[in-house]
């Protein structure tokens, strides 16, 4: 739920400037630029694959 919430309804304005918070140069860096993508679609596929798996 975490997932859909940070990468679906919560701003990334908002998201950015509490990031920044614990560090300040959060969109300076690489992982700055790739988190908006990673937390909206590779975080819930990576989430749904092993609620999957375990049940298999």
């Known amino acids: 739920m975490f997932c859909l919430f940070g990468g679906w309804v919560w701003s990334r304005a908002g998201k950015v400037k509490e ?4 560090c300040p ?3 300076l860096g690489w992982f700055g630029k790739v988190w908006p993508f990673y937390v909206k679609f590779i975080c819930p596929v990576l989430v749904v694959t092993v609620i999957w798996a375990s049940f298999g």
């Open 19 to 22: 990031l920044e918070q614990g």
């Open 25 to 27: 140069d959060f969109q």
